[in-house]
T-cell receptor, first 115, second 111 residues
Framework: DTEVTQTPKHLVMGMTNKKSLKCEQHMGHRAMYWYKQKAKKPPELMFVYSYEKLSINESVPSRFSPECPNSSLLNLHLHALQPEDSALYLC??????????????FGSGTQLSVL | RKEVEQDPGPFNVPEGATVAFNCTYSNSASQSFFWYRQDCRKEPKLLMSVYSSGNEDGRFTAQLNRASQYISLLIRDSKLSDSATYLCVVLGSSNTGKLIFGQGTTLQVKP
């Protein structure tokens, strides 16, 4: 069982909807990540939070809005998505962001379908 | 050229076979290297880190060749349960702290 919990596991939304993906970890990790993964492709980094501050935004469209309320929680707010945004959204955490100890622990993901 | 390159496969092998995957990376400043395993419709999970001296975990052996900028994963005595996609992951320079994923190599172990 993963120690990174994501909800919901599946989400179907229309292009005018607003929804949020949630991620929680209780391993005391100080870095948290959002990745997007399309079928048969590797995960693509979207955002990195380090010590609750946004440290990397990989030029993600503003219809994706991350939020880190505290060191254990990470949200991804979705608004006005496009069908091409349909993908598996993975949350991950690691002890710290930089250095050699960059082992990622992934949540099981949210499978998002945008209609 | 992609930063991390893998042969996507699929590699189809019989049970009990030994199979090896290679992965090349372009940034000579890369510091840390990992193999992750991903089952269909599941999240990636860390299989093993890769150290300069090489490391072994049961049937799995990982090697790093900095001079040629590649890492390898050897699986001995393949099991049906080894069927998965194996992702080569490289930490770029520590300034960014970004992990770079290869495309993944798909392994199918047949009975």
């Amino acid at each position: 069982d993963t120690e990174v919990t994501q909800t919901p596991k599946h989400l179907v939304m229309g292009m005018t909807n607003k929804k949020s993906l949630k991620c929680e970890q209780h391993m005391g990790h100080r870095a948290m990540y959002w990745y997007k993964q399309k079928a048969k492709k590797p995960p693509e980094l979207m955002f990195v939070y380090s010590y609750e501050k946004l440290s990397i935004n990989e030029s993600v469209p503003s219809r994706f809005s991350p939020e880190c309320p505290n060191s254990s929680l990470l949200n991804l707010h979705l608004h006005a998505l496009q069908p091409e945004d349909s993908a598996l959204y993975l949350c991950a955490s690691s002890q710290v962001r930089t250095g050699s100890n960059e082992k990622l622990f992934f949540g099981s993901g949210t499978q998002l379908s945008v209609l | 050229r992609k930063e991390v390159e893998q042969d996507p496969g699929p590699f189809n092998v019989p049970e009990g076979a030994t199979v090896a995957f290679n992965c090349t990376y372009s940034n000579s400043a890369s510091q840390s290297f990992f193999w992750y395993r991903q089952d269909c419709r599941k999240e990636p999970k860390l299989l093993m880190s890769v150290y300069s001296s090489g490391n072994e975990d049961g049937r799995f052996t990982a090697q790093l060749n900095r001079a040629s900028q590649y890492i390898s994963l050897l699986i001995r005595d393949s099991k049906l349960s080894d069927s998965a996609t194996y992702l080569c992951v490289v930490l770029g320079s520590s300034n960014t702290g970004k992990l770079i994923f290869g495309q993944g190599t798909t392994l199918q172990v047949k009975p």
